[in-house]
């Protein structure tokens, strides 16, 4: 039944908005650098972020590793929470080099969950930017969740009240085939879904999930 209702959902939201695309990016550190750059901004800032970060040549493994924090800071400013960010991606960066020759293609032989162990070891690297990374940068199929899941898995009451970041990912791993451009295509539909409709005040009319049972009788947010 939750596995039902859980397709009834994706195909709901694929029929109303369609491909989202995710996630942009030439290569598999840029899509990394931008799960640590996307953490608490909206994406238009992280693309600026990026912007700057590839024109002055420092999207690269090695630029980052060697640039300096003051000048790394100003590149990333856009993003917002740019001395922490800064932090977060000399923290990752140096991980890579210290593990992993700074090569993000010798991370491909390391198993899911010991890559995601290692992930959430670095300092600042949260399960949502380390299932980001596992998922949309190394192909992996886990499933991410974020503010918009909960709130979506909640309101259609596919989980209790108060479930963790562990519980909302089994759910949905669970109850699915594992399949990374199904995942992938997935969370950003339930973004999109949580941005448009789905918010802290819920947009219910109109919404693509309007005819799905549902509740807003929950003291959650
Ligand atoms: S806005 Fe309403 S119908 Fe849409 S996902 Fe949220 S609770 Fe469901």
Known sequence: MTSETLYEIYQLLYDAFGSQHWWPGETAFEIMTGAILAQNTNWNNVEKAIANLKSGGYMTPDALHRIDNLQLAELIRPAGYYNIKTKRLKNFVNWLFDNYSGEP?????????????????????????????????????????????????????LIEPGADYEQLRELFESNLTEDVAFFNEYHALLVKAGKDFCRTKARCSGCPLEELPHTLDIEYF
């Open 105 to 157: 293609a010798n991370l491909q032989n390391i198993y899911t969950d010991q890559l995601r162990e290692e992930l959430l070891g670095i300092k600042g690297i949260g399960r949502e930017t380390a299932d980001s990374i596992l998922l949309y940068a190394l192909g992996r199929p886990v499933f991410v969740v974020d503010a918009y899941t909960a709130r979506i898995a909640l309101r259609h009451e």
